[in-house]
């Protein structure tokens, strides 16, 4: 037998010899893998340029922000260690941790911040997400800057960063708006041409400074991470994480198989339920959320009228939605306000009614013939059968409807275009109830009604300039009744979160998941 002079010598540093052999301490325990699942990939490396949800589920395992928020509405810090509100209510001042470094070594500090909200505004620089800066004085409401540097967030020591409002606010929904600003280093990018940023190359090999450190990937079907020795709030209790793209019909076999630990992103489907319910390896967890699923309609399109949407959204049968294809896992709405929400108007009813829909689009005009184009994304079976129940109810009141499918960033880049009459997209949305205004307001990149008007978004601006709850649940009640008369959108349902996890992971609270919540460094593996 061969004896391996290397090995013996890494062995005995490891443990003890026995009989001439290494022994090594607890057995050289063996390097703690966990393997991720979410059904669709990632968009771009590049944080700030992206409103994809399964890309920031990979950015989150690189980056930090400075808070994130729990699945009960409640936020808290994460490289902000504490925050203080001044009396006027109009600035937030963040006292970040100290022993933050970025993976190459370098301290992370209020420049960091700053610099990043900086490159988040340039309008020069690509950056999808920047509409999450939209409450911060120096930017427009697209969060652009007004002027070079112009936003103001302000470094006021190496540690404590402070954010000017541009009125007197709601704190929460400032700091639940930021939760997705993923703070990037200085050092890296300072200098840099915006041509440059815009690129892949400098986002390749990422410099963080999240609890795990990029190490490769396979481009659309997997990325893998190592475990950052020196994250601030405790190094993770995992080795190695894995993130694999896998179509939501193959999840559940991957999950009793053993191949795949947990969902990070996505849901078991809901005709694999009842099975991932009997499975003795599994752990599953139906949670109502405020996730919403919604049917946008091109508000610009001359034949898609105020009242033939208003038609179109009283033809969908939404019960047969969340009865056929969530199994009653979830909830009809006509807002994008989850009923778990404290903003919640139960007086907003859900209307079903073909017969009143065919009168409504015969006085409207809508023209005999037209065929409208649905976009959907490919790859979720659930989207699918969604998309061909709402074809069947719009053929019932005499609309035909042709369904398009693409991938994820082509139907969002497709739709911010115009192209599309209809579209169905998700939102993980949020118990703050202004989390709907980027999908509607005239200047956000996530405008793909295509509104060009303020008229909802005003109001919710009129709800955030309140301080109290008292205050502001009146307008956000009547938001929600300005929505369902509007019509850009026709939300369709809340479906609760079915996931699924391995017996032997811990310390997971998949509940936050849906708040893009993941605390990856919490979890562990036995």
Request: charged residues 25%; aromatic residues 10%.
């Amino acid at each position: 037998m061969k004896f391996n002079m290397k090995k013996a010598a890494a062995l005995l540093l490891a443990g003890s010899m026995v009989a001439g052999y290494a022994v090594p301490a607890a057995a050289e325990a063996e390097e703690k893998v966990v393997t991720a699942a979410m059904d669709q990939a990632w968009d771009t490396m590049m944080p700030l340029n992206t409103t994809s949800n399964y890309t920031r589920f990979i950015c989150d395992q690189i980056y930090d922000r400075l808070t994130q928020t729990n699945a009960d509405g409640s936020i808290e810090g994460r490289l902000a260690e504490s925050w203080t509100v001044n009396d006027a209510s109009d600035a937030v001042t963040f006292k970040l941790h100290e022993d933050a470094v970025w993976s190459d070594g370098e301290p992370v500090t209020a420049e960091d911040v700053v610099f990043s909200y900086q490159m988040y505004s340039d309008p020069s620089v690509e950056a999808k997400s920047r509409y999450h800066l939209e409450y911060i004085a120096g930017v427009d409401d697209s969060g652009a800057e007004l002027s070079e540097d112009s936003i103001e967030v302000t470094a006021d020591s190496d540690y404590e960063v402070t954010f000017k409002l541009k009125e007197a606010m709601y704190p929460d929904t400032f700091l639940q708006d930021i939760d997705t600003v993923f703070i990037i280093p200085k050092h890296v990018f300072e200098g840099k041409t915006a041509e440059e940023i815009n690129a892949p190359d400098l986002w390749a090999n990422p410099v963080g400074s999240g609890p795990f450190i990029y190490d490769s990937e396979i481009n659309g079907e997997r990325m893998e991470f190592t475990k950052n020795e020196n994250y601030y709030l405790g190094t993770p209790n995992i080795d190695r994480l894995i993130i694999r793209v896998v179509p939501s019909a193959n999840v559940l076999s991957g999950l009793m198989n053993g191949e795949l630990d947990l969902i990070g992103f996505g849901s078991v489907l809901t005709d694999d339920w009842e099975t991932a319910k009997s499975q003795d390896n599994l752990v599953t967890e139906s949670v109502p959320t405020t996730s919403y699923t919604t049917l946008i309609f091109n508000t610009q399109k001359e034949y898609l009228t105020q009242e033939v949407r208003q038609a179109l959204n009283m033809a969908i049968n939404r019960d047969v939605l969340v009865n056929g294809l969530l199994m009653g896992e979830g909830t009809p709405i006509m807002t994008p306000i989850a009923p778990v929400s404290p903003y919640y108007n139960d007086k907003v009813q859900v209307q079903y009614d073909p017969e009143k829909a065919k009168e409504m689009l015969a006085e409207a005009g809508f023209p005999a013939g037209q065929t409208l184009k649905l976009f959907i994304s490919s790859g979720s079976s659930i989207t699918e059968r969604c998309a061909a129940l709402i074809v069947q109810d719009f053929a019932n009141v005499g609309v035909n409807v042709e369904i398009e499918q693409m991938d994820f960033a082509t139907l969002m880049s497709r739709m911010l275009d115009g192209e599309h009459d209809l579209g169905i997209i998700g939102s993980g949305g949020t118990l703050d109830p202004s989390e709907s205004r980027e999908m509607i307001y005239p200047e956000s990149s996530c405008n793909f009604c295509q509104l060009q008007d303020t008229e909802l978004s005003d109001l919710i601006d009129k709800g955030n300039a309140e301080l109290t709850f008292e205050a502001r649940k009146p307008y956000f009640d009547e938001y929600q009744e300005k929505v369902v008369e509007k019509a850009a959108m026709g939300y369709l349902y809340t479906k609760n979160l079915l996931t699924a996890y391995n017996k032997s992971m811990k310390n997971l609270n998949v509940a936050d998941f849906n708040c893009l919540n993941w605390s990856s460094w919490e979890w562990d593996k036995e």
